[in-house]
Structure formats: C-alpha cells, structure tokens
C-alpha cells in the first residue's frame, strides 16, 4: 500500500467491507507483525506517536499522547472505546468507513487494546444508521471466526473482545462521557471532569476513546511505520484525512485528502461551486465550528493548524460550502434550532441560552429584530462558552459568534429591510442542497 485508502479500501465497494476482501489487500499484517517482530506496547506507541496521527473526531488531540495516558499495569479490567456516534451536522465520513472498511477499525482497535492493556472494546455507533452497525456485527463474527478477536489472538498471550453497541441517535452522546453513560445503560449526559477518562471511565474503570477515522489509521501506520505517515501531511499534521464536502458543490461527498492540500484543491475534487457560482463561506469542521468568509478560506490549506490560524478549526472534517444564494441569517437560524433541541439541558447556561439563542435569531430571520439583538446575541454566546460541563455550549456559541462577526451587515440589514439581503428567488434556487449525506 502506497498510501492509506481507508474509505473505501481502494477496492470495489461491495466486496472491500469482508474479510476475505480486507487480508487480500493485506489486512490483518500489522497485527500478525506486532506479535512476530515483536513490538511491545511502548514501541506501538511510539510509532503512533511518530506518525502524529491526530484524533479524527473534531478535538485533533495526539493520539499517541492520549494512549499513553492509560495505566497499563494497573490491576484490574481496562477498556477501550471507539466513538462511531456521528451526530455532526455535515459529517458522513466515519459511516462510510465502517460500511465499506470495517475491519480497519477492528485491526486498529485490537491494536490500540494490546498498546493501552485494555482487553475489551466496544463501538459505540449512532443509532440512526442502524444497517451500518448490523454491518459491523457481521464484520465483527469475521473476525472472531479467523482468531482476531477472543483469547490468545494469533497465539500470542494477549486476549481482546471487541462489541458493537448502538445509541439512539442523540447528539449528545458524540461528548466521550455521556457516551460512556449510555454505554451504561443510563441517560446519556456528561460528566464532569476531572476525573478523566483515562483514569476513571467506562464503569469506573481506566478508559481510552478514540474516533472511527482514528482507528482506521493505526494499522497503514504500524505496518509502514509512523514516518512514513507523516511524510504524507506536514509537521504536526500527519498522514490523510477524509473531508465529507456538502453544500454548493457538484460533487458532495467524502474525500481522503494529505493534510496540508490547499482547500482550492479540494474544493476542485468536490467539482467546484455549483452553477459556477462564488464561495460566500464555508464552516470547515462541521457546524459547531467558526464560519469562514470565502475570500478567507480560498487561502487556507486543509489542516489543523492553518484552519486554526485563519479563524476556526477543523473539527470532524465536514466543510459546508455555502454560495451567494445563501441568507446567512437564515443559515443561522437553522443551526441554532439543533443545538437548541439537541442540549441534553444538563447546565443552565446551554439549556437556557441555547434556546435564547434560537429565538433571538429566529426573530430577526421573520422581521422581528431589533439592532440591539446583535450586541445581546454575541452577550448570550459569550455567557455560554466555557461555562458548561461538555463542549455542547461552545459548540452552539462559537456559530452565532462567527457568523455575527463576518457577515454582520447582512445581519442588520435584515433587521432594518424586515427581509433578506439575498432575494428570495435566489433562495429557493440555492436551497435545493442537503446538508450531510449526498445520497
């Protein structure tokens, strides 16, 4: 393998997602060559830590730094999770990757079990894509079958279970601790921290979460070596990442990408804007990051820092493209109605102010704002980040902000006009997009 293919395997879909599939195009070595060269857990996850792999799942924390944080020789059962609990709007990759490669996940997490001591594992996968967690079942019985998962793995000493398990498609329990929570059978809300996962997890135990896209990449990673990986992006940004491109685009899809490539290039790939429109903006992780303007994200490459430096973050990789057909008020107004509905209400400042929030917008989107509503929704937001248990807060703050910064005068005038800035047959013709799957 020259480079990792985890979407899809690089070979035909249908057939790529079993086994037989997966070790034809050499699935399953890089396990077999940790117990045969052999590599301990600290070379396992010194290699990771090489490759600068970066969590896949929106915080870009290193992975090879959090597996480390686990107490291996702790007496006692250890856990490690992989969270498939894609909720964000705009994101559909880590679906594709258990429908089309599902045993890259489980390589990868056998592997991260054997470098964290952890001796079970289970895939926490959204409940709305049901077919795909019935798919990993399968993938799962495969493996189990061929002596991959279960006691003594390939004859070695080291033993891992690995289940599947379903939520019921809220978006909060995306957060690893409310996860964690439903994983338990209780309602899916999240706790407080410290104590951290790593030490205090999964039924009190210490625990390692990672993400789906993470997973899929340790074993290119531990079968090519960490440098190699990070050859493929740039300094502190390593390997690929898949980007699920939604919006304006001809296009929308997934598409695994170096870190580093420049966003026109993706853009390209996606087919470029639709009707040759012009970019107006793009959220490019996922809608609980900042809004970009166009001319600024034009001039951005794809990775976690150069994102950073331009004014938002990368997130889950979804870039919503969004042309000049696009009333950013309105835009607005549908992300504030789903972190609104979606707060587990746990914390007084989400529960409350994300329903301010969606009202406050709500008001000025059907002519009833005020000039001041601008200076209080930036107020309210302010209120709300850093002030809650889990990110949800930030996550429904950092939108409002953003768009209000960038795109204020469309904002006002709304408020002034008592109606968009964009005509509304310009609207209609734009608003026959779906933002998330393109199929």
Same mark, same amino acid.
């Given at each position: 393998?020259?480079?990792?293919?985890?979407?899809?395997?690089?070979?035909?879909?249908?057939?790529?997602?079993? @086994?037989?599939?997966?070790?034809?195009?050499?699935?399953?070595?890089?396990?077999?060559?940790?117990?045969?060269?052999?590599?301990?857990?600290?070379?396992?996850?010194?290699?990771?830590?090489?490759?600068?792999?970066?969590?896949?799942?929106?915080?870009?924390?290193?992975?090879?730094?959090?597996?480390?944080? #686990?107490?291996?020789?702790?007496?006692?059962?250890?856990?490690?999770?992989?969270?498939?609990?894609?909720?964000?709007?705009?994101?559909?990759?880590?679906?594709?990757?258990?429908?089309?490669?599902?045993?890259?996940? +489980?390589?990868?997490?056998?592997?991260?079990?054997?470098?964290?001591?952890?001796?079970?594992?289970?895939?926490?996968?959204?409940? =709305?894509?049901?077919?795909?967690?019935?798919?990993?079942?399968?993938?799962?019985?495969?493996?189990?079958?061929?002596?991959?998962?279960?006691?003594?793995?390939?004859?070695?000493?080291?033993?891992? =279970?690995?289940?599947?398990?379903?939520?019921?498609?809220?978006?909060?329990?995306? =957060?690893?601790?409310?996860?964690? /929570?439903? *994983?338990?059978?209780?309602?899916?809300?999240?706790?407080?921290?410290?104590?951290?996962?790593?030490?205090?997890?999964?039924?009190?135990?210490?625990?390692?979460?990672?993400?789906?896209?993470?997973?899929?990449?340790?074993?290119?990673?531990?079968?090519?070596?960490?440098?190699?990986?990070? /050859?493929?992006?740039?300094?502190?940004?390593?390997?690929?990442?898949?980007?699920?491109?939604?919006?304006?685009?001809?296009?929308?899809?997934?598409?695994? *990408?170096?870190?580093?490539?420049?966003?026109?290039?993706?853009? /390209?790939?996606?087919?470029?804007?639709?009707?040759?429109?012009?970019?107006?903006?793009?959220?490019?992780?996922?809608?609980?990051?900042?809004?970009?303007?166009?001319?600024? #994200? #034009?001039?951005?490459?794809?990775?976690?820092?150069?994102?950073?430096?331009?004014?938002?973050?990368?997130?889950?990789?979804?870039?919503?493209?969004?042309? =000049?057909?696009?009333? #950013?008020?309105?835009?607005?107004? !549908?992300?504030?109605?789903?972190?609104?509905?979606?707060?587990?209400?746990?914390?007084?400042?989400?529960?409350?102010?994300?329903?301010?929030?969606? !009202?406050?917008?709500?008001?000025?989107?059907?002519?009833?704002?005020?000039?001041?509503? @601008?200076?209080?929704?930036?107020?309210?937001?302010?209120?709300?980040?850093?002030?809650? +248990?889990?990110?949800?807060?930030?996550?429904?703050?950092?939108?409002?902000?953003?768009?209000?910064?960038?795109?204020?005068?469309?904002?006002?005038?709304?408020?002034?006009?008592?109606?968009?800035?964009?005509?509304?047959?310009?609207?209609?013709?734009?608003?026959?997009?779906?933002?998330?799957?393109?199929?």
């Amino acid at each position: 393998m020259s480079l990792p293919t985890i979407l899809t395997g690089g070979l035909d879909r249908e057939s790529s997602w079993r @086994l037989a599939d997966y070790e034809r195009r050499g699935g399953y070595q890089a396990l077999r060559a940790i117990f045969s060269r052999p590599l301990s857990p600290d070379d396992v996850i010194a290699e990771v830590k090489k490759s600068s792999l970066r969590g896949r799942g929106g915080a870009g924390f290193p992975t090879g730094l959090k597996w480390s944080f #686990m107490p291996r020789n702790l007496p006692g059962e250890k856990y490690l999770i992989c969270n498939s609990d894609e909720g964000e709007p705009g994101t559909f990759k880590d679906r594709d990757i258990l429908r089309w490669n599902p045993h890259a996940v +489980i390589e990868g997490m056998i592997i991260g079990g054997y470098a964290t001591g952890a001796t079970r594992g289970y895939n926490y996968i959204h409940g =709305e894509i049901f077919e795909v967690y019935e798919r990993f079942e399968q993938a799962l019985e495969e493996a189990r079958v061929a002596g991959y998962l279960g006691k003594n793995i390939l004859g070695s000493e080291f033993s891992f =279970e690995l289940f599947a398990h379903h939520g019921y498609g809220a978006y909060i329990c995306g =957060e690893e601790t409310a996860l964690l /929570e439903s *994983i338990e059978g209780k309602k899916g809300q999240p706790r407080y921290k410290p104590p951290f996962p790593a030490s205090f997890g999964l039924y009190g135990r210490p625990t390692t979460i990672n993400n789906t896209e993470t997973f899929a990449n340790i074993p290119w990673i531990i079968g090519n070596g960490g440098d190699r990986f990070l /050859e493929m992006g740039k300094a502190n940004n390593g390997g690929t990442k898949i980007f699920s491109v939604s919006g304006h685009v001809n296009r929308p899809g997934n598409y695994e *990408i170096p870190l580093g490539t420049p966003f026109v290039k993706l853009l /390209e790939m996606a087919g470029g804007m639709r009707a040759g429109r012009k970019l107006k903006a793009c959220i490019p992780g996922g809608s609980s990051m900042p809004v970009l303007p166009g001319d600024v #994200m #034009m001039n951005c490459d794809m990775d976690y820092d150069s994102i950073a430096k331009a004014g938002s973050a990368l997130g889950s990789g979804a870039v919503i493209i969004m042309d =000049e057909t696009t009333c #950013m008020v309105r835009a607005l107004e !549908r992300l504030s109605y789903f972190y609104f509905e979606e707060s587990c209400g746990q914390c007084t400042p989400c529960r409350e102010g994300t329903g301010w929030l969606y !009202r406050v917008v709500h008001r000025i989107e059907h002519g009833q704002g005020r000039q001041s509503d @601008l200076d209080l929704l930036t107020s309210v937001a302010d209120n709300i980040a850093g002030r809650t +248990i889990c990110a949800l807060g930030d996550a429904a703050a950092l939108p409002v902000k953003s768009f209000i910064q960038h795109f204020r005068d469309e904002f006002a005038y709304h408020i002034d006009n008592r109606r968009c800035l964009v005509p509304v047959e310009m609207q209609r013709e734009g608003s026959r997009i779906y933002v998330g799957e393109p199929w």
